[in-house]
């Protein structure tokens, strides 16, 4: 069977927290039939937009950052196939935060009209968005624990551990790895640290034979190890043990 | 006029982002008047617990906090009057992080079903609730920011200031400062330091003429000194010019 527009994967993710009757799915189907193209490097979001429309990720991967006035970023998170663009800042006057394709992505535009329709309409799939940005809040939270208390290789493992378990959720990777546009330079300034740094820490985990980013690719050589040395703690994804 | 459960500070938090009618102030009042005292130091919500409920906090502080494998924490936020408490696990099968009263605090405990009938009776209130919890969200952000990428002095007047501006907004302080019963310690595991370096960095603020914590009390000396030093933008906070 050909994957249906009901595997998009927003609907696998949502499904990882509740059933979704039919209505439910036809709605998600609707928002998959509007998807178009984005191309790398665009701002979707700026910090300080007023009104900015929601966007659902398909296809590639994302960022949400913040610039310092001393002209250093902070990346928040890294948004990939079946999270939401701008959700938490939607109610906001406005956006707090930037969101920037990193690889050219596929996307569907929500206006807010339609969000507020959805409570009406679908209040399972209210609820179950409400869960995807809690869920959303959660990465966050574990990033600043990830920033504020982890040295810098537990927090490198943490990182590539949430991704892998974020990526298999949607059917984009695996207990032996997964797919990763990100450069040096996104990886450090997700994890507060120098782009050097960084390439030393990858080294030290390659070397230790825990995992290897390479050419695009995170391969986890010694998954039971690198979630040790992580102390990698899947309660906060609120989903089922794919890891483990 | 003495203050009515109309002036509760939830109220005041929420009409500055939506005028509420009538019958959403009734639902405030309704919760106000189930109000009783919790102690200072026992987990209202810990991690891990399935099925926690909701509290809204009406007197008093409270943090949201995780505890690492080595035994440190990391302090997410305080809350304080009109902030709610466990809101943005509440969708979670397990609670992500745990919750404990700082002071002796009074707060009304709301049940999930509660919740989801103001969606059917008071949207509005439904929508300032989620505007509530974003806000939350781009707290976190910014304390991931204050970690990430400020230094300690910089990052206190940071946290300092948000404090400040959230205490404006529901009456609990001015221009001028703050009663803040914050130890060195609470305030060392917020900011990602050590209770030494955060004395030193408040001796520093001090001395510089800045800002003088001290006694349980926050004064704000040179407040516009301040918001230059920390670089304070308030837009994420979503409200209006309050210490600006």
Redo the contacts between chains.
């Keep these: 069977m050909a994957p249906s527009d009901h595997d998009c994967p927003l609907s696998r993710k949502l499904r990882t927290?509740m059933p979704l009757a039919r209505a439910d799915l036809a709605i998600l189907a609707d928002l998959h039939a509007r998807r178009r193209t984005y191309p790398a490097g665009a701002d979707m979001i700026f910090?300080?937009q007023a009104a900015h429309p929601l966007y659902i990720l398909y296809e590639g991967w994302a960022s949400s950052y913040?610039l310092?006035?001393?002209g250093?970023?902070?990346i928040?998170d890294f948004q990939i196939p079946g999270d939401s663009l701008g959700l938490?800042?939607?109610?906001?006057?406005?956006a707090?935060?930037n969101i920037e394709p990193i690889t050219d992505i596929v996307a569907s535009e929500i206006i807010i009209g339609d969000v507020?329709g959805f409570?009406a309409s679908s209040?399972t799939l209210?609820?179950a968005l409400?869960?995807a940005?809690?869920?959303?809040?959660?990465m966050?939270?574990e990033?600043?624990?990830n920033?504020?208390?982890?040295d810098a290789q537990r927090r490198t493992a943490h990182f590539l551990l949430e991704l892998g378990a974020r990526l298999i959720l949607v059917g984009r990777g695996t207990r032996q790895g997964y797919d990763c546009p990100l450069s040096q330079y996104l990886l450090a300034d997700a994890l507060?640290l120098t782009a050097e740094h960084t390439n030393r820490v990858l080294r030290q985990l390659r070397q230790d034979g825990l995992v290897t980013f390479r050419d695009g690719r995170v391969v986890f050589d010694d998954l039971e190890g690198l979630i040790k040395l992580a102390?990698f703690d899947m309660?906060?994804l609120?989903h089922g043990v794919l890891l483990r």
Tied chains: 1, 2.
């Design positions: 927290h910090e300080g913040k310092l006035a001393d250093t970023r902070q928040l938490n800042s939607m109610l906001f006057q406005t707090d935060h507020a409570y209040p209210a609820t409400l869960w940005a809690a869920r959303d809040q959660a966050v939270v990033h600043l624990i920033v504020g208390r982890r507060g102390d309660g906060y609120d």
